[in-house]
């Protein structure tokens, strides 16, 4: 149990157009889901936390304009990369946090998006 | 803010060997909870353990255990009997009531 899921796990897309990424829990409910950003051969950094039906909060230094989240429902968040730029190319990586049964604040991760901005 | 730092970028062990990894963190909450992921070429992050602040009793799972010291806001995870499926980066992190914060992380080979 507890799987998240992430489409597409790779994307390559011209500079100025926008991508969107899906998050989905496949097994459960999730309150909260979080998107990461992960460049080659570093941590895991935290983009934004978004709650279903409400309004994501963004990190500092997060440019909430050009990274939009929307978390339409208990299982479903997207994050859309508007007008992408070679510099937005990186690993996304998402997490939920299961509504019931969760303990110990646990997430759960997706397998990761793969984007390459030409 | 709360910061996890691991000082190993990297370390190598043999195979069935035992290994340690360091995990330092600054908090001034008393209730949290730390966790060891690992992660292999395929980038899906893999939960190895957990511990919740509040219990003493350091966290166990078959081959790996970790030595969590409160007041010294430690929390460093032993591999024992290393397999070559070991070898990843691997995740220390925190987290208390929403977001999770990781280290930036220790690379591990495991050499046959």
């Known amino acids: 149990g507890a799987v998240v899921s992430q489409h597409p796990s790779w994307v390559i897309c011209k500079s100025g157009t926008s991508v969107k990424i899906e998050c989905r829990s496949l097994?459960?409910?999730?309150?909260?889901m979080f998107w990461y950003r992960q460049f080659p051969k570093q941590s895991l950094m935290l983009m934004a936390t978004s709650n279903e039906g409400s309004k994501a909060t963004y990190e500092q230094g997060v440019e909430k304009d050009k990274f939009l989240i929307n978390h339409a429902s208990l299982t479903l968040s997207t994050l859309t990369v508007t007008s992408a730029h070679p510099e937005d190319s990186s690993f996304y990586i998402c997490?939920?946090?299961?509504?019931?049964?969760?303990?110990?604040?646990?997430?759960?991760f997706g397998p990761g998006t793969r984007l390459t901005v030409l | 803010a709360q910061t996890v730092t691991q000082s190993q970028p990297e370390m190598s062990v043999q195979e069935a060997e035992t290994v340690t990894l360091s995990c330092t963190y600054d908090?001034?909450?008393?209730?949290?909870?730390l966790f060891w992921y690992k992660q292999p070429p395929s980038r899906q992050m893999i939960l190895v353990i957990r511990q919740e602040a509040y219990k003493q009793q350091n966290a166990t799972e078959n081959r790996f255990s970790v030595n969590f010291q409160k007041a010294a806001k430690s929390f460093s995870l032993k591999i024992s009997d290393s397999q070559l499926g070991d070898a990843a980066m691997y995740f220390c992190?925190?987290?208390?009531?929403?977001?999770?914060?990781f280290g930036a992380g220790t690379r591990l080979t495991v050499k046959p």
């Open positions: 908090t001034s909450e008393s209730d949290y909870y």
């Open positions: 992190a925190y987290t208390r009531d929403n977001d999770m914060r």
């Open positions: 097994d459960f409910q999730a309150t909260t």
């Open positions: 997490s939920a946090r299961p509504l019931l049964g969760g303990y110990y604040n646990e997430q759960f």
